[in-house]
């Protein structure tokens, strides 16, 4: 079975400050890799998506890398703002018995006025 | 506005008692799916549907009941819920990037609470 894995679970950084997110997955045949963000209470907003084939994809101040072969994701913000300050999940799409998604447990990220 | 609607938003229940949480997409998605969020162990799907009439169990399907009759909606239905599944649910639908590739989108989330 897939296993997800994001740390830190908690990171609290002053505003300003590049700071990086990580993924981890143990089954590297995925099929793609998403970024997402969850205010407290709220849903979840999809920030960026990586194909398999992929290796980054960028919007505005994020950067989100996949390395398959290593089965780890970063997801870079840079010059972090407090807006930035909510949940950040990862979750992968593969194919092992079906056609299923496995998310992280998040990295809770406050960004310090 | 494309968007994945579920209802109700909150709900508060006792053991036993039948209920369906409704989840609407307008985006003509193909793929749908039903989460549950809990504390510690992050999203876990429940049951996924690659189309119309074509439902699969995720990684914790007991106690759930889904149906995939229009292209649209895919309820969840708890018939007899318990304790253990009060959580957070969230619906998602998902088109095809391109071959094997889904973008997920998310409905609001329904906080049900099981007395």
């Known amino acids: 079975k897939q296993e997800v894995t994001q740390i830190p679970a908690a990171l609290s950084v002053p505003e300003g400050e590049n700071l990086v997110l990580n993924c981890s997955f143990t089954?590297?045949?995925?099929?793609?890799l998403q970024w997402f963000r969850q205010d407290p209470g709220k849903g979840l907003t999809s920030l960026l998506l990586?194909?398999?084939?992929?290796r980054e994809q960028t919007s505005g101040r994020l950067n989100a890398s996949l390395d398959k072969s290593s089965g780890r994701s970063t997801l870079y913000i840079a010059a972090s703002q407090p807006g930035d300050s909510a949940t950040y999940l990862c979750?992968?799409?593969?194919?092992?018995?079906?056609?299923?998604?496995?998310f992280g447990t998040g990295t809770s990220l406050t960004v310090i006025p | 506005e494309a968007q994945v609607t579920q209802n109700p938003r909150y709900l508060i229940t006792v053991t036993g008692k039948k209920l369906t949480v409704t989840c609407s997409q307008n985006m003509n998605h193909e793929y749908m799916s039903w989460y549950r969020q809990d504390p510690g162990l992050g999203l876990r799907q429940i049951y996924y549907?690659?189309?119309?009439?074509?439902?699969d169990k995720g990684d914790v399907p007991e106690g759930y009941k889904v149906s995939r009759k229009e292209k649209r909606n895919f309820p969840l239905i708890l018939e007899s819920p318990s304790p253990n599944q009060t959580s957070l649910y969230f619906c998602?639908?998902?088109?095809?990037?391109?071959?094997?590739?889904?973008?997920?989108?998310f409905g609001p989330g329904t906080r049900l609470t099981v007395t």
């Open positions: 549907s690659m189309n119309v009439e074509v439902t």
């Open positions: 979750a992968v799409f593969l194919r092992v018995t079906g056609n299923q998604f496995y």
């Open positions: 089954d590297s045949a995925i099929y793609n």
């Open positions: 998602a639908s998902s088109f095809m990037l391109a071959e094997h590739s889904y973008e997920q989108y």
């Open positions: 990586i194909q398999s084939s992929q």
